[in-house]
């Protein structure tokens, strides 16, 4: 059964006054629109293509204590995302066909959001035999992203080879960008509060080295390279350096990246621990500017779940990662667009266009006739506050808790159907 | 605020207590004076002053600091500690003058008493203070008393000694 | 004073000198017959040990005992680093138990600190270490000893030249002690290999320098840290004999020292490595009084914090 709406009294990111037609699950011309359409007033609201996540970890399966396919769509949706893509550290790991489209058909079984699974690049992420990509791709999951995530491919032999051997089917290689060895046993970013706090430090320099030899490598094989959660300034220099050399490369930030810093640390609380972790405040200042020129293509979220035991214990002992799928566009908006960085139809590209674009994800990143109608319509009036007992997502590890921000989703549509309101 | 004892009148009640102390002792061989700090240390060494020039021989005095021992340090914020210095000749079965500046509740003698106990088993203990102002909350009493001052609970006293005061004065404040 | 003693960058000058000046006192009535005090009567104070440390352990016990208060010593063997039982679940037995004093060493930075800010119990906390964080009470006795032996008996370090050598990046005793003697006053300058400082030292405000043997007579005092054997695994100095060549207190270096320079180290000591044995022992090293003045520096740290309330 398929509804047919008409939204009026809308506006879109840049402001202008718009009106939606959906008809079968995707946008139509106004005049085209079914006579029996439902008409909405969307008086208030801005609508949005869906939101698109390049960075989300859905903890099924292996830790249904912290997150499934279903709750991590739920809290994507009420985050806006009508997108994610799920990465394979999961138990077991995603390194087969067969995990990926498990993961895949429990996203189309809830309905709630598209869920597409990254395929590990390595062999139980152990950065030594490559994994049967090929097969990851041509499965129903259609692996499009390859990542180790929560590990970097360390070895540049096999970077090499990963990035060449996905050319075949147009894959994307996406690092983690952190030297082991580097960063061994490291808590946080390594500077003025991690020698006073006592914390074993993790230098800029472990994460900028491996990107800069995987812009190089890329330059020289030509394949898609993709850096994930860029942190510090001199990520953003090797990149804008790189693009402008002619190298292949997109990059993502982490909203928590644009706006919090290793300051946070002084508390030792571990919702602060994050990897990559926090880090200065020019930094902050670096990544957005990164953002706004365009050196960094999209912002994603890292949506990392935990259990409250993992978080409620020593720094050190406690696990990296903090949940974002629920605050991203709030979080974003608060350091871009209210900043007076950014348009927030530009924000709007870099969380739904661009990632749609990298992902090959048809379907998503745009309100244009003909497309699947996988749209959000926001409130940029309306402040929200971030409190426990309203976060979707299983695990409640948010460094917002308790701040109010700005931007309030209220609708989400996947393909015409409402997934989420409020 | 009222002045309740000028200069003068401290002197003159600290001279009279000398007396009484020497009277009552039949003398100062087996004397030994110690104050309570703050205010009571310095009357102790005006007191040990005046009763040797009477007597004409060094008298044995010291300090008690009685902090530690208080069984009230959970109502308020804790105090730096005040010094105790116990003469050479020790506390043991002698008679021994506890000074104080003002006598209230009386816990600060009893944690005086507790305190001097630690150092050995005086033969007497007495106890001498430059104001008593009622109030108590133990079964405490001076054997010698500069000025017996009926206040109310809500009164303070206040006792000013030059040797960090700028000057000798025992006044009240908050007296309607 | 605040109701917990975490890290020396939460006193204040005045407060850091009135613990030295109660220590003092305490330490003047405990030399006496007098050996404890009632203060304490009734109170329970834990020491919760998730690190071997008997020297600290005891030292904090011989306070606490000198205050009257009960002391529960609590030994949680392997760290919840290790997952055994949790830094929670332990905070909720102490509260349970009525514990009005937790007195905490931990191998995590910053574990006293989640013990004292989550609103798991309610006694007050007492940083005894805290990983490579710090150490207050250390760095409190250690102030007390210097002044001590080089200053008024009250009072600040205003002025006095502080050589601190060694394994800075790891050490809780050197973080401890750079904010508090240059609190009170004291030029602190830190002699390390850069293997062994943190990047952001420059922050510290203290001198740092990697050579061990120029300017040696301007020193008042020079502590020695504690290296760990283990830390050359990671690269951190190529052998122990060039550590000890290069910054270890030796005979010859002790020979150039002033004549007032005090030679003090936090212990245990690896003798032959960080300190030579006729250094240890000479008649500059004042590391026996450290100890000592351990216990005196505890009382005065355990009533100020638990003595009002
Ligand atoms: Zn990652």
Known sequence: ?422 | MSIVLDQAEIARALKRIAHEIIERNKGVSNLVIIGIPTRGSFLAARLTKILSSLEGVEINSGYLDTTMYRDDLRNSAPRSLGRTEIPLSGVHDRDVVLVDDVLFSGRTIRAALDALSEHGRPKTVQLAVLIDRGHRELPIRADYVGKNLPTNRNERVQVCLSEIDDLDQVKIEGRA | ?309
């Open chain 3, 1 to 309: 004073m605040n109701r917990h003693l975490l890290s020396i960058a939460d006193l204040s000058k005045e407060e850091a000198v009135n613990l030295l000046d109660t220590a003092a006192e305490l330490a003047r009535v405990t030399e006496t017959p007098v050996k404890k005090l009632p203060t304490l009567r009734g109170r329970t104070i834990v020491n919760l040990f998730f690190e071997d440390s008997t020297r600290t352990r005891i030292s904090f016990e011989a306070a606490a005992k000198r205050l009257s208060a009960d002391v529960i010593n609590f030994s949680a063997k392997g760290s919840s680093l290790s997952k055994g039982e949790s830094l929670k679940d332990t905070a909720l037995t102490l509260q349970a138990m009525g514990a009005d004093g937790v007195v905490i060493r931990h191998p995590a930075s910053g574990a006293a600190h989640r013990l004292a800010s989550q609103k798991w119990m309610s006694g007050c906390v007492i940083n005894a270490g805290d990983g490579t964080h710090e150490h207050p009470t250390q760095a409190l006795l250690d102030a007390f000893t210097i002044r001590e032996n080089l200053k008024e008996p009250s009072g600040d370090l205003a002025g006095l030249n502080v050589a601190i050598v060694g394994d800075v990046l790891h050490s809780r005793v050197a973080r401890s002690n750079v904010l508090l003697l240059q609190k009170l006053g004291a030029i602190v300058t830190l002699i390390a290999p850069p293997t062994l400082l943190p990047v952001a030292v420059n922050t510290w405000g203290c001198n740092v320098k990697y050579d061990f043997d120029s300017d040696l007579n301007s020193f008042d005092v020079v502590m020695m840290l504690r290296v760990q054997r283990e830390r050359m695994e990671d690269a951190f100095f190529p052998s122990e004999r060039e550590y000890a060549r290069r910054y270890g207190l030796n005979a010859a270096r002790l020979s150039l020292l002033n004549s007032r320079c005090i030679v003090m180290h936090p212990g245990p000591m690896n003798r032959g490595l960080e300190i030579s044995a006729d250094s240890a022992d000479s008649d500059k090293s004042v590391i026996v009084d450290q100890v000592k003045n351990g216990v005196a520096v505890r009382m005065a740290a355990l009533y100020l914090l638990l003595g009002g309330e």
């Open chain 1, 1 to 422: 059964m398929s509804i047919n709406y008409l939204l009026k009294n809308l506006k879109d990111a840049s402001g202008k006054r718009i009106e939606l037609a959906i008809s079968n699950g995707r946008f139509v011309e106004v005049k085209d629109a079914a006579p029996d359409s439902e008409i909405i007033d969307g008086k208030g609201l801005t609508a949005i293509p869906g939101l698109v996540d390049l960075h989300t970890h859905l903890r099924e399966p292996g830790k249904e204590d912290a997150e499934t396919v279903l709750s991590g769509s739920k809290a994507a949706a009420a985050g806006g995302f009508t997108a994610i893509s799920a990465m394979p550290n999961t138990n077991p790991i995603a390194d087969t066909a067969g995990v990926v489209e498990q993961v895949f058909r429990l996203g189309i079984s809830h309905g709630i959001c598209d869920v597409f699974p990254i395929g590990a690049v390595t062999l139980g992420q152990q950065g030594k035999i490559l994994s049967e990509m090929g097969a990851m791709r041509s499965s129903e999951a259609k692996v499009r992203i390859f990542s180790d995530d929560g590990h970097c491919v360390w070895d540049s032999l096999v970077m090499r080879r990963a990035l060449e051997y996905v050319k075949a089917f147009d894959g994307v290689i996406a690092q983690h960008a952190q030297d082991p060895r580097l960063t061994h046993g490291s808590q946080m970013n390594e500077g003025e509060v991690s020698a006073a706090l006592g914390l074993k430090g993790w230098p800029a320099a472990a994460e900028e080295s491996i990107i800069a030899r995987d812009l190089l490598l890329n330059e020289h094989v030509g394949s898609r390279l993709h850096i994930c959660h860029l942190t510090t300034i001199g990520g953003v220099e090797l990149i804008r350096w790189a693009k402008k050399r002619g190298i292949q490369v997109t990059a993502e930030v982490t909203p928590h990246h644009l706006l919090l810093t290793d300051e946070l640390a002084r508390s030792y609380d571990p919702l602060y621990k994050v990897n990559p972790p926090l880090r200065t405040e020019r930094d902050v200042m670096a990544l957005r500017e990164g953002v706004v020129d365009g050196t960094i293509d999209v912002i994603a979220t890292d949506h990392a779940p935990h259990p409250a035991e993992d978080k409620d214990c020593e720094w050190a002992a406690a696990a990296f990662g903090m949940i974002g799928l629920e605050t991203a566009l709030s979080v974003s908006y608060k350091a871009l667009v209210e900043s007076g960085l950014m348009r927030f139809e530009d924000l709007v590209e870099r969380m739904s266009g661009a990632p749609a674009r990298i992902g090959r994800y048809e379907g998503h990143g745009s309100l244009a006739i003909g497309n699947e109608a996988n749209f959000t319509l926001v409130d940029t009036a309306t402040n929200w506050r971030v409190e426990t007992p309203e976060i979707r997502s299983k695990s409640k590890n948010s460094p917002y808790l308790g701040l109010e921000l700005p931007v309030t989703v209220r609708h989400t549509y996947l393909r015409g159907k409402e997934v989420f309101s409020q």
